[in-house]
């Protein structure tokens, strides 16, 4: 298990990756295990790299409508965001499916669906 922070760790059974990197007959080695422990899976170079998706698509269709409903999209934006930044994300990038807002009426059209990123980007 990996603890990030720019102070040192006092938490009980954590050592430093240096120290640990001067354990292994080679250093590049080690910085090899430890990529591939950090990373979640292969570089996805075919479609079928998208099953890990198959997992979690139940939750995309419970929640879809939800999320992308006007009403509850900005604040649901919002909070998400501003826990982004309560855990001290340095960057974020949003990747939002432009087309997929919609209200009471149907679609909402693709310039108040950037008004709404705009917003969000002033009130943070």
């Known amino acids: 298990m990996f603890h990030v922070t720019a102070k040192p760790c006092l938490k009980e059974g954590y050592m430093k990756c240096n120290t640990l990197r001067h354990y292994w007959k080679n250093s590049r080695e080690f910085d090899t295990w430890l990529t591939t422990k950090m990373s979640l899976k292969p570089h996805c170079t075919h479609r079928e790299d998208h099953k890990i998706w198959e997992d979690f698509q ?54 108040r669906e950037i008004k709404i990123f705009e917003r969000l980007q002033k009130n943070i």
């Open 58 to 111: 139940y939750k995309f269709s419970l929640t879809f409508e939800l999320y992308n409903y006007l009403k509850f999209f900005e604040k649901i934006l919002y909070r998400v965001v501003k826990e982004y930044i309560r855990e001290m994300c340095t960057v974020v990038e949003i990747r939002h499916v432009l087309g997929c807002l919609f209200d009471d009426n149907g679609p909402v059209s693709l310039e």
